[in-house]
């Protein structure tokens, strides 16, 4: 299984950090997105003519839409991750993949304005990325309250993935998350899961891990 | 609300937001600071910046009865002094390098956290369960003005809706924010808390547009 891949793309870590919760590997073949502008030369557009990444290819199965690949991996390789039967379930698992697009136009779009010099009103992306996570952080809320700790279910699914990595870039667009308690412990809650991996900006719990020993050095 | 004067409570977090081992930023008159709960479940209070490079504190992380920087590791004590350096193992960090740290006291599913030797214990809660904590864009008028009640001395705020008595406790915030502390009586039933929850996000909306029209004013 092939992945267009850029490091510092949030969307492509989506995949990366699937695959890595589902146990596949991928061969990541890496995209010179800034400065090259490679996922918009011909090679790539014949791939996926709305000119981004991630892309992934499987066989003659090619997705150009994260979601997908999201839903792709966990079939394929752990169900566990889709909506179960209980139609709430299957319902907010489709609303909050559906969401995700829009950290990705808000916050995602503050990200690039401010790291890649992306043009775009930023006051604006700003207030949009804020009340997305408003309407996350009450999702959470309520979900907490019918005592689940995720956003379609007590176990996580695609939807979290989905929303996860822009969430936790938010600073680098200039949205604080110092506001949000219940993102916070969902946070938290992803990265403590097994098979979690980092990409930049987005660290693991140290916590999780014993200190490291140091050698004592008689001074 | 307490927050005003050196030697008051601020009600800066809910217990349910701070599990144990965890470290989170919070809100004083005096600045940002790091709170967090050690592994055995004890609260500290610490300003928001390590002495060493000026990291926030509250990036980083709690292993066993000490808060780590995330920068370079250098880790504190519940007293703020520096445990340990980890680019120094031989040297035992001097006594003068240590964070300063504030008095933090939990009570009733409430942190409170004082700039300076407050003289009494932090009020108490008459019965109200808190629910969830929100920051509102809006000074304190302007959330009374939405809720159509008034603050009491102590930050309070009752508003009754369709979804029960609903008591805000507000904490003032820098540049016009408010943390809002959403308290519910007793033991309310799921649909009663997700009505609640609605119903303040409502009153967030309000208020905000209420400061917004105040400000263009």
Redesign the interface.
Known sequence: MKLYDYILSPSCYKVRLMASLTGVTLDLRPVDFHPGAEHRSAAMLALNPAGCIPILEDGDLLLTESAAMLAYLAAKAAPAWLAGEKPEEAARVQQWLAFSSRLTASLGGARLHEMLLRPGDIAVLQRQGIAALRELEAGLVEQGVRGMRFLASERPTIADIACFPYVALAPDGGVALDPYPAIRLWSRALRSLDGFIEMPGIHRLHELKPEPPIPTVEV | MLSDTTGSWTPV??SQ?L?A??V??AYIVSGSIALWRSDSGRIAASADRCPHRGMRL?HG????EAI?C?YHGWSYAQSGHCLRI?AH???KPPETIRVATYVVEEADGVIWVAAGAPGSMPPGLDGFVPF????VHAARAAIEDAAGATAGPEGLVDITSGAGNIRLLLSAQDGDRT?VHVLLVGEAD?AT??SA??TV?SLRRTAEDRQEKAAAQ
């Open positions: 977090a809910l937001d599990p081992g965890t989170i930023p509250s992380f709690v292993r066993g780590s995330i980890p193992p031989g040297l969830r904590s929100l920051t943390l799921a808390r997700i929850s609605r996000e």
